[in-house]
Structures are given as C-alpha cells and as structure tokens.
C-alpha cells in the first residue's frame, strides 16, 4: 500500500515561530509537492521538487520555503508564521499520471 | 488567477440522482485531466481520469465527459449513493497538477 506520511495531524504554534512540515513518501518518486487548502480555495500549490536539492516556487511561495534533502522527504518550513498561515496543509508525491495524497496537517497560528 | 473553475461549489442531491460537477480551462497545453475524491480527515485520492483525445471516460458508476473544443470537463455519479458525500476536485497538467476550487457533494437517502 503506498503511502505518503506527515509528521503531524494537528499543530499549533505562535505568531512568529518558525514552524517545520515534514513529508515522507515510500514510493521512491521524484516529484513532490505541498499545497494549502482553504474552504472556496480549493488546494493551492505552496513549492514543488523535481529531483533532491531541487525545489521550484508554486503559486503561493510567499511566507514559506522548503528542504528536500533525500528523495523521500519533503519539508516545508514556514520562516516566521503568521496567523493568515492557518490552514490545512497537504503534501504529495507522485508518478507521470498520479499524484498520492498524504492525510493532511491542520495547522493553527495564534 | 484560477487557471481551472470548478462548478458548483456545493451540491446536494438526493440518493440515486446523477450529480454533475462541471469544471473549464484555458490552457490549451494540459494533457491529462484527473478528478480526485476527498473524504473528511483525509486526503484527496484519485477517483478518475481522461486524456485530451478522448470525450468519455467510465469507471464503475463515474463518468468523466471532455469537450476539447469548449475546454470544458465534467463528473457525472450515476445512480449516486449517501457514501459518495465528499469533496471532489478536477485538476488539469502541465508538468504539475493544477486543481479546481472543489465542489462539496452531499447526497441525502
């Protein structure tokens, strides 16, 4: 069964904290990617990875940067939150025709 | 600026009616456009997908309908159960997916 995991379901963290998603993956794929979703915004691509060290800006990057140290592993790190960073974060890895959803991590800034 | 718009963007319908959930682009360039499934606390999955040469795809009671011409795809659940209550998401590709708003789908007995 495939499966891609993050390191937390729910977080809260403070205003100004800095603040790391972690995502890994067993499916040995190279693309990964991490989106936020918002109610009436659907799902909104923050940073993809094409390859280890590699890293290229969605369209909402602003706030947020990202690690891909080892193909598995994907990480999102958000420098300073802020509390308009609420929201559900959501990881994925996939292959040419699928993408592979991890469960999701609710985070809340206060 | 929302390069896939995603209709409506909640539908209730009763059980055993035929929901259509309606999805448009722009981009001429996607090649391959998924629909996934999302259940509460989980993950969106992929329910179906469809490549740009053909019109139709069906899996089980899930039918995706293409219009190349008016860059327009759409769901259709036959004979639609209480169990396929969820959010579902169209998505197109250009290297990566781009997904559509998300239409919550409720189906009442």
């Known amino acids: 069964d495939v499966k891609v995991t993050q390191s937390s379901r729910y977080l809260v963290k403070r205003t100004g904290e800095k603040v790391f998603l972690e995502c890994v993956q067993d499916?040995?794929?190279?693309?990964m990617f991490w989106y936020r979703q918002d109610p009436g915004l659907g799902l909104r691509l923050i940073y993809f990875?094409?390859?280890?060290?590699?890293?290229e800006k969605g369209d909402i990057p602003e706030g947020y940067s990202v690690s891909r140290e080892k193909k598995e592993r994907f990480s999102l790190i958000l420098e300073s939150a802020s509390t308009n960073q609420t929201s559900m974060y959501l990881c994925?890895?996939?292959?040419?025709?699928?993408?592979?959803f991890g469960q999701g991590t609710r985070l809340t800034v206060v | 600026q929302q390069q896939v718009k995603q209709s409506p963007q909640s539908l209730i319908v009763q059980k055993g009616g035929i929901p259509i959930i309606n999805c448009a682009y722009e981009?001429?360039?996607?090649?391959?456009f998924p629909w996934y499934q999302q259940f509460p606390g989980k993950g969106p999955a992929l329910l179906i997908a469809?490549?740009?040469?053909?019109s139709e795809k069906k899996e089980g009671r899930f039918t995706i309908s293409f219009n190349k011409s008016a860059k327009q795809f759409s769901l259709h659940i036959m004979d639609s159960q209480p169990g396929d209550s969820a959010t579902y998401f169209c998505?197109?590709?250009?290297?990566?997916?781009?997904f559509g708003t998300g239409t919550r789908l409720t189906i009442i007995p």
């Open positions: 994925a890895s996939s292959s040419r025709t699928e993408a592979f």
């Open positions: 499916m040995d794929h190279e693309n």
């Open positions: 990875s094409y390859d280890v060290k590699m890293k």
């Open positions: 981009n001429t360039a996607f090649d391959y």
């Open positions: 469809i490549r740009p040469d053909v």
């Open positions: 998505a197109a590709r250009e290297g990566k997916l781009t």
